[in-house]
């Protein structure tokens, strides 16, 4: 399945933004990742057509909320309250494990950058 990622920019602090992420066939477990230049990938939040909640990391806690829309195989992430420490490039990640792990991801869009500014 390909993934096509959307919705990034450049916001001021306390600014939001909704990511899409669109994919080209039926999906399973979906999920929210952003890496830094220089650092490793980072869980943002995961949903799936199984439910589950996954374990969401404390920075994104409160403010960013993931949802989907199986008709469509899309996902969104709502982020609220931006930080200039949210600064990084969001990718989406498909596969049929829902998991807080990169590595069990099989499909990647091709991200996009969310920059904020203080």
């Known amino acids: 399945v390909q993934l096509q990622a959307s919705g990034g920019g450049s916001v001021q602090a306390g600014d939001s933004l909704r990511l899409s992420c669109a994919a080209s066939?039926?999906?399973?477990?979906m999920a929210w990742f952003r890496q830094v230049p220089g650092q490793d990938r980072e869980f943002v939040d995961a949903?799936?057509?199984?439910?589950?909640?996954?374990y969401v990391p404390s920075p994104m806690k409160g403010r960013f909320s993931i949802s989907g829309d199986y008709a469509r195989n899309t996902i969104y992430l709502q982020m609220n309250g931006l930080e200039p420490e949210d600064t990084a490039v969001y990718y989406c990640?498909?596969?049929?494990?829902?998991?807080?792990?990169?590595?069990?991801?099989?499909?990647w869009g091709q991200g996009t950058q969310v920059t904020v500014s203080s």
């Open positions: 990640a498909a596969g049929t494990l829902m998991s807080r792990r990169d590595s069990d991801y099989t499909s």
């Open positions: 066939g039926r999906i399973f477990a």
């Open positions: 949903m799936s057509r199984g439910g589950g909640t996954p």
